[in-house]
């Protein structure tokens, strides 16, 4: 990253999460002598709950003209105003829209979005939206504390899964950059590795599950990161250096079972007792009801423990329900509860909902054995056997019915949860932006490589990829692995590769592959997929230039430089995943 790093003032992360957002900030200054001092906004404030939040919802609100109007409780309620006064069809609304970047392994520039009722918008505009609406708040707040700080001076990181392909964090940057973010001053923190960093520094009290003179800051120390976020569970692990750097030592994992799986679980009960169309109706005409009820289950969910008996009292958008089960089921809502599967675990009380407590408990059982399968998996890893600790962030980490069944299946290992671990990610994020040298090497989790045709070989070649090409035989789609996967590679790592433009080509082109497998031969198998395309400009295009390129890896992003080799220009050259 070509950042200027003696010129800023400040640090600014931004946390863009599945459910909730915020932001936190630093000064430099501080930073060197109270590295903890770090401040993130108090004030999201939640509109009729009175809550004051740290975070807000992810959710924007755009006009007719697919313009930003909103951004987290106040979209949330604006929208809801609008449905009481039928005006919302003019706008749009979306909220929990990050796991698009997770759930499509391929994600495109022109990806298009629906919103809640399946209007279309571009996704990057947006996610650009969004980004920009926690920016201006931000700088609106440095603005009333008298920090007179310009934008060029801050430097700003986001926060992304580690899990996440090239190309999802690639489209993040760019949304950052629409969003009015320089790119020389911006950098991608990985989630975990944030809350890795952030954990260096706490003192024993701060983390819950230690032994007092225990410290995260001894040499050899090693621990599983999990960061338990609202979509996605991230999974690192690191084992601390002599001189204070990290290293990681064994690649990322995770998947899509983070805290609002446990949501969608709750809808698909739902749906047993009123039926799919039914809730998607709910979802189209009464979207405020809709949100109320995702939001009401969001606060009884936080409140669940292990030792929970007898009932659980949930408010419901009860006349809601009630007149949609009237026209469309034809009975009451109580009826259609009474004739389901639950009726001898659900009942009605006034506009409330009470669950038996084994029922409501059940609702987590899937996404939290998810979670389990994937720790253990995990642990089946060789290099992770001398690994004794757990160090479970992200704002689903403060389930307490998660927190035991952990703790349950890892009796042999210590399972530590850090104060106030939603915030977790965040602050480290803002350390990482002061000293992005923390994490020293990070381990490779595909492998990568370029798609060729070499001369056919019959011995190594299967005859399906055979084609002569200006009478030649060759190979199609071979596979030319650039760096294997579970490759430990030290921040700036390089790897060169040489190549030879064609005459009269002004461009030399290629495309990148990445694989689950260690060495892939084709980048047609299965696990294979393409990452994007990388264009170098050629200056001479009257003969073939041989070209070197220069791989980097062991950052947080990837790229590439390229050199020709006989006149030594450096060629202009572009990367485009998406």
């Not at 007179?148 to 990181?157: H, L, R, T």
């Not at 032994?211 to 040499?219: I, R």
């Not at 009401?296 to 949930?314: A, D, L, W």
Request: with cysteine.
């Amino acid at each position: 990253m070509a950042e200027k790093d003696g010129d800023y003032l400040l640090v600014a992360a931004i946390d863009f999460g599945t459910t909730y957002s915020g932001y936190a900030f630093s000064m430099r200054d501080t930073y060197k002598t109270e590295p903890l001092t770090i401040h993130a906004n108090q004030a999201w404030n939640a509109g009729g709950k009175q809550l004051l939040s740290l975070k807000t919802p992810t959710c924007l609100l755009l006009n007719s003209n697919k313009e930003f109007d909103s951004f987290g409780y106040e979209a949330e309620n604006k929208y809801a105003e609008l449905v009481m006064d039928d005006e919302q069809d003019d706008y749009y609304f979306f909220h929990r829209f990050k796991m698009s970047l997770h759930n499509q392994k391929n994600v495109k520039g022109d990806m298009v979005l629906e919103d809640i009722t399946g209007k279309p918008v571009p996704a990057i505009d947006v996610f650009a939206l969004s980004i920009k609406a926690l920016v201006n708040h931000l700088m609106d707040v440095l603005e009333t504390r008298g920090t007179g700080v310009q934008s060029n001076e801050i430097k700003w990181i986001l926060t992304v899964p580690a899990i996440w392909t090239d190309n999802s964090k690639q489209f993040m940057r760019e949304s950052a950059e629409k969003a009015g973010i320089h790119k020389d001053n911006l950098s991608i923190s990985l989630e975990p590795e944030a809350a890795s960093i952030y954990c260096q520094h706490l003192p024993t009290e701060k983390l819950s599950g230690a032994e007092s003179g225990f410290t995260m800051s001894k040499e050899g120390t090693k621990y599983m990161i999990v960061d338990l976020g609202g979509g996605t569970v991230d999974i690192t692990v690191h084992e601390k250096l002599a001189g204070g750097g990290l290293t990681e030592i064994s690649r990322a994992t995770g998947g899509d079972c983070g805290g609002t799986s446990i949501d969608a679980d709750f809808i698909q009960l739902l749906v047993k007792i009123l039926g799919a169309p039914l809730i998607h109706l709910m979802k189209q005409e009464q979207p405020d009801a809709y949100l109320d009820l995702i939001r009401e289950f969001e606060t009884v969910k936080r409140t669940i423990t292990p030792s929970k008996q007898g009932k659980v009292n949930m408010a419901i958008p009860y006349a809601t329900l009630d007149s949609l089960c009237k026209t469309h089921l034809k009975e009451d809502l109580s009826t259609a509860i009474n004739a389901s599967p639950y009726a001898n675990s659900i009942s009605l009380r006034g506009d409330k909902m009470r669950f038996d407590a084994d029922l409501f408990k059940s609702l987590f059982d899937k996404t939290i054995n998810n979670i389990l399968t994937l720790l253990k998996e995990m642990f089946t890893r060789e290099e992770l056997e001398s690994v004794a600790l757990l160090l479970l962030v992200g704002g689903f980490s403060e389930c307490a019915l998660l927190q035991a069944a952990i703790k349950k299946m890892f009796t042999s290992r210590r399972v530590i949860v850090p104060e106030g671990s939603g915030l977790t990610v965040l602050k480290g994020a803002v350390l990482f932006g002061h000293n992005s040298e923390a994490i020293y090497s990070r381990k490779i989790r595909f492998s990568y490589g370029v798609r060729c045709r070499p001369i056919f070989n019959p011995e190594f070649n299967d005859q399906q990829h055979f084609i002569v090409v200006n009478g030649v035989a060759r190979c199609e789609s071979v596979f030319d692995i650039i760096i294997e996967k579970d490759t430990n590679v030290i921040r700036g790592t390089t790897v060169d590769k040489n190549y030879n433009s064609t005459i009269g080509k002004k461009t030399l082109t290629f495309v990148i592959f990445a694989s689950d497998k260690k060495s892939p031969m084709y980048t047609d198998e299965d696990g294979c997929f393409k990452i994007g395309k990388a264009t170098i400009e050629i200056s001479n295009s009257s003969q073939s230039q041989n070209v070197e390129v220069e791989f980097m890896f062991g950052n947080t992003e990837l790229s590439l430089h390229a050199v020709e080799k006989i006149s030594g220009n450096r060629c202009q050259s572009s990367f485009d995943l998406i």
